[in-house]
């Protein structure tokens, strides 16, 4: 069993940073691959970026390329989204998510891939 806390949103004006937080309990965070996902109302649960369980590869959609990292601390259990330059288009609930362990796939941007979510954390851009 894993439980994801997120935390770290909030109302920001374009051009700013913030930088999500995820607490993930249980045994297994070390060995899942993790997601940030985003989501608005009326639309698809979209995925942000990717880290392997290993931190030694990450993924990210094409809007956020250059502008957000993802990272990990397997230790720590924590997964994070530094969020650098935000614009309007950005504002969502933000949800991290985790696959389960050992999963070998590639498919992380299938929502359907991981099974363990936290409650989500809103962040609001202004322009």
């Known amino acids: 069993q894993v439980q994801l806390v997120e935390s770290g949103g909030g109302l920001v004006q374009a051009g700013a940073s913030l930088r999500l937080s995820c607490a993930a309990s249980g045994r297994t965070f070390s060995s899942s691959n993790m997601g940030w996902f985003r989501q608005v109302p009326g639309k698809e649960r979209e995925l942000v970026a990717a880290?392997?369980?290993?931190?030694?590869?990450?993924y990210y959609t094409d809007s956020v390329k250059g502008r957000f990292t993802i990272s990990r601390d397997n230790a720590a259990k924590m997964l994070w989204l530094q969020m650098n330059n935000l614009k309007p288009e950005d504002t969502a609930v933000y949800y991290c998510?985790?696959?389960?362990?050992?999963?070998?796939?590639?498919?992380?941007?299938?929502?359907?891939?991981?099974?363990?979510w936290g409650q989500g954390t809103q962040v609001t851009v202004s322009s």
């Open positions: 998510a985790a696959q389960p362990p050992g999963y070998g796939g590639s498919d992380y941007s299938d929502h359907r891939k991981y099974n363990y």
């Open positions: 880290v392997i369980w290993s931190g030694g590869s990450t």
